[in-house]
């Protein structure tokens, strides 16, 4: 997913994606850390529409020899909207047998690693959905009205989300297809839709590096992760 405009890196004359990361940009990164995977099929970008002719001159540019592996498709109004444009190129081109799944990412999160691509793959099969995960390395506090602390659970059962996030594509789009119209204006993350519905999600281990370069900060952060960064 890669449908973001930037508002929240205060920039206005690109999306974040489109940023530079040393050589080349943040998208590009995320993208060539799945080609080197040689069992995913395809990779399908959802962009703003805005920048869709854009980003396929970058594919050219950075990626000429894995064009037929590389797909863009315009994403929609939010992440759901994305996700579904998405789902229904994957249906079109891949069909629904039960054996095809998708590993879902964010187009920001390009320090994941080969490991964790093939422990999603792998549990996937097992146990229908995966989410890549990171262990809660502050405590965690909640607040029910963001002035007074309602609770501090137990931080060893606390996780921080993060990508690929895999199923099985066949019940990832029933799962969708399932939520109402309020549910579908206030649910943007595919586990918790999981949850809600009583299905099983299954956790693999992440890592701190593995972030989402969303603010300034994070921007910072990334450019010196990826001078040491290694697979």
């Known amino acids: ?18 940023l530079p990361l040393g050589d080349k940009p943040i998208i590009i990164h995320t993208v060539e850390r799945y080609l080197m995977c040689k069992k995913i099929d395809a990779v399908i970008l959802g962009v703003h529409a805005d920048w869709v002719e854009y980003m396929q001159e970058l594919l050219e540019q950075f990626v000429p020899g894995e ?20 789902l229904n190129a994957i249906e079109e081109k891949y069909g629904v047998s039960e054996d095809n799944i998708v590993l879902t990412h964010d187009g920001v999160r390009p320090f994941f690693t080969q490991r964790m691509l093939e422990e999603n793959i792998e549990a996937v099969y097992q146990y229908g959905a995966v989410n890549t995960v990171s262990p809660a390395i502050d405590t965690i506090v909640v607040s029910d009205d963001g002035k007074l602390i309602s609770n501090v659970p137990d931080r060893a059962t606390m996780f921080l989300g993060q990508c690929p996030q895999t199923f099985r594509l066949s019940q990832l789009k029933a799962v969708y297809n ?6 579908r204006m206030t649910l943007t993350e595919a586990t918790k839709i999981y949850m809600m519905r009583g299905l099983p999600v299954y956790l693999v281990r992440g890592a701190v590096s593995n972030i989402k370069i969303t603010t300034p900060a994070d921007y910072k952060m990334a450019q010196a992760i990826a001078e040491d960064f290694e697979d």
């Open 1 to 18: 997913m890669a449908g973001g405009t930037g508002t929240r890196m205060n920039i206005s004359t690109m999306p974040k994606q489109f």
């Open 67 to 86: 064009l037929s592996r590389v797909h863009v498709i315009t994403g929609g109004a939010d992440r759901t909207d994305t996700m579904l444009r998405l």
């Open 178 to 183: 399932s939520l109402t119209e309020e549910e």
